[in-house]
């Protein structure tokens, strides 16, 4: 599998990816609302894209989809909840299916709600996992729920589907919020020294050559892994004090979700 991360550049801090077969040049475009980028990263790698991907509904992801197919043919794939979401969608997908990219490339379907009800991360069926997570998982931070989600099911997401992932899996998200994302687990958690480090490290990061995160880290730098933190359980009691001296993972979750909103 080779992945090709496509910085858009504008406001939204928008990823793109393209996924593509060593072996046939087939490539997927995940949530390419870039067009004319992923097209043209297509090209100069000498690769065929004939699927799209949407992770959800939302417009920041699937607003390129015309004009790759356009220029491609490719048939757009998502959630088997979003076909009136989302125009023209050729294949509806659930957790469980498998999408294929040429001959070496299979990518499992995560039914990941919370962002929105609708929502796919996709999961590689390689020697070296990688999580194409949309706007479910950031790097060092969760997706908020404003425009058609719900937090507790966000909640459940983390806690049944991304906790269970190894820790060499790769984070592949769907907008580049690392530095904003470590300022707040510092507010939260401020003895996380590995946040701490990690921010002085990548502070002026070229989005175009983006940090690529595992699994691993983000337990240790992602404040909606570290429920159960001493440190983060503090600092929340002092905004919320009812929520009492060992509050449960939940309750830790929708207070940080609810922090993050307004901070």
């Not at 729920?145 to 769907?174: K, M, R, S, V």
């Amino acid at each position: 599998m080779i992945v090709e991360q496509v910085w858009t550049g504008n406001a939204y801090r928008n990823f793109n990816y393209l996924v593509a077969c060593p072996e046939t040049g087939d490539a997927l475009a995940i949530d390419p609302l870039d067009h004319k980028k992923c097209l043209a990263a297509a090209k100069e790698k000498g690769w065929s894209i004939t699927q799209i991907l949407n992770t959800h509904e939302h417009g920041d992801h699937t607003g390129g989809n015309k004009g790759v197919v356009k220029a491609t043919g490719a048939k757009i794939i998502a959630h088997k909840n979003a076909k009136n979401s989302i125009p023209n969608v050729d294949r509806g997908v659930g957790a469980g299916d498998v999408i294929h990219v040429g001959k070496r490339v299979d990518l499992e379907c995560l039914d990941t709600p919370g962002h929105t009800m609708s929502h796919i991360c996709l999961l590689s069926k390689t020697d070296r996992p990688g999580l194409f997570s949309g706007d479910t998982l950031f790097n060092a931070g969760a997706g908020n729920c404003h425009n058609g989600g719900h937090p507790e099911e966000l909640y459940e997401t983390f806690e049944n589907q991304l906790h269970t992932l190894a820790d060499d899996t790769l984070i592949y998200p769907g907008h580049d919020y690392l530095i904003n994302n470590l300022q707040f687990t510092l507010d939260r958690e401020p003895d996380n020294e590995m946040a701490r480090q990690l921010l002085a490290d990548i502070g002026g990061q070229d989005p175009e050559d983006a940090l690529v995160t595992s699994v691993g880290q983000e337990r240790e730098i992602n404040t909606f892994f570290r429920l159960q933190s001493p440190s983060v359980i503090a600092k929340l009691q002092q905004e919320y004090p009812d929520i009492g001296d060992t509050p449960d993972k939940r309750t830790v979750f929708l207070k940080l979700r609810e922090l993050r909103n307004r901070w």
